[in-house]
């Protein structure tokens, strides 16, 4: 709770005061100009489990603490340059995957967005980059923090972790999200769309970690 008043405080204070660039830390604006020029969209594709992830940004350099800072800061005021990625990203999906009566389908929501945050940063961008999205997944149960671990740890931690919300036979579906860094995420978000006889046609995300 305290937690979350200091989140509202902070907003607070963001909305009358200056504060630091959430890129470099240059006081000033909230993102400083040569810091906004790096967030310019440059959509990549990679496979996850075979499935085609397209996405806006690299996920190093300045876009790393703006997606930071706009996830877990409470910065919501960064979301403007990052739904304008994250449009991109799904504009460039569609293309490629012909997709006609496609349904947008975020990841589903975690306690952490709803009770710490107090915002969903996926849906925040989905909202502000006027793309109608689904519901259409639910956590099952709450995976462990998958921070401290490896690999095949991701992938075996979320397994079985998702489950529709509505039936999806027939449906077409595009996943959405923020990251995407192993993938261990949208391959169980695509693991329950087919389990509820959806399709999954592929994955757009606002940014992407460089494969190794
Ligand atoms: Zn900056």
Redesign the pocket.
């Known amino acids: 709770m305290k937690d979350g008043l200091a989140r509202v405080a902070g907003f607070l204070q963001e909305l009358v005061l200056p504060v630091d ?6 006081p000033g604006p909230a ?2 100009r ?3 020029s790096r967030l310019r969209p440059e959509v990549t594709r990679r496979e996850v489990q075979g499935m085609p992830v397209l996405s806006a940004l690299a996920y190093e350099g ?1 876009v790393q603490p703006v997606v930071v800072a706009f996830k877990n800061e409470g910065r919501t005021g960064l979301a403007p340059p990052l739904a304008v990625a994250l449009r991109q990203a799904v504009a460039a999906a569609v293309q490629q995957v012909a997709g006609d009566g496609l349904l947008l389908v975020p990841m589903a929501r975690t306690r952490r967005s709803a009770v710490e945050r107090g915002y969903d940063p996926v849906r925040v961008l989905l909202r502000r980059a006027r793309l109608p999205s689904t519901d259409a997944l639910r956590l099952v149960r709450s995976p462990q923090d998958q921070l401290r671990l490896g690999r095949e740890e991701r992938f075996r931690n979320l397994e079985g972790g998702m489950a529709a919300r509505i039936p999806l036979a027939g449906r077409r579906v595009l996943l959405v999200d923020d990251v995407v860094t192993t993938g261990a995420t949208l391959t169980e978000a695509a693991r329950a769309v087919r389990a509820a006889g959806g399709a999954v046609l592929g994955a757009a995300t606002v940014a992407s970690t460089r494969l190794r």
């Open positions: 660039c959430a890129g470099c830390g240059a993102l400083c040569d810091c906004r300045v």
